[in-house]
DNA sequence: GAACTCTATCGACGTTCGTCGATAATCGAT
DNA sequence: ATCGATTATCGACGAACGTCGATAGAGTTC
């Protein structure tokens, strides 16, 4: 978990952004992060493993949409909201709008 | 092109569409049809093959994206703005947000 | 009806994806 | 120092994807 690299919004494009929405499992990871604060890898249970889930934490990191901080132990995520909000201008309210709905 | 079939929004989840949103191609597509109006296939040139078009049509058009119309020859095809509207309130606006950015 | 255009489908191919289990590393607690 | 919890990485596997070229069908035009 050393080197967590981040990459810059500014080098995301769209089409890369909903390619990482684009899983149910994903999206489900978001939808809780939506609520802005910062959550544990181990408090999610979407039926798939562990190492399936990091794998899935990896590619929502490299999409630009999550902040992946070690703590300790522990995989400490959280939405990267207002970098998202700059490049994407509404788009995180919008996902806001459209997880609520399902 | 006889049976098009188009699925209901209602049994179309989020990640669905986002996945189908997640390719270059396909977000192409869709950037031009934001325009409301209808186009036909052979209007685009995305550097990709006509059946590799065709296959990327299909699966927007099984996402629930794009109603896609036979007439004479030709394919038809435009966004369901009002469906997806009603099953996703305030995508298509922020996709046309979106698009425009890029 | 012959030639041409537009499209869908097919089969193929290499690539990427989603998943798992096993392993190892790191940390916290005992 | 040991145990338990949390996580990342690895190797594997089948499934899905993106692409192509070839083919065939349906329309249009001549």
Do not use: Y
């Not at 080098?11 to 684009?22: E, F, Q, R, S, T």
């Not at 499992?25 to 999610?44: I, M, N, P, T, Y």
Request: hydrophobic residues 40%.
């Amino acid at each position: 978990m050393r080197t967590v690299f981040h990459p810059a919004l500014s080098d995301i494009p769209l089409h890369k952004v909903m390619h990482a929405l684009g899983s149910p499992v994903r999206l489900a990871v978001v939808k809780e992060l939506l609520d802005g604060d910062v959550h544990q890898g181990s408090e999610f249970d979407f039926g798939v493993g562990q190492s399936t889930l990091s794998h899935h934490v990896k590619i929502l990191r490299e999409a630009g949409i999550v902040q992946n901080d070690p703590e300790g132990n522990r995989c400490l995520m959280s939405l990267r909201s207002a970098e998202l909000d700059a490049r994407f201008p509404g788009f995180v309210e919008q996902l806001r709008v459209l997880t609520v709905a399902e």
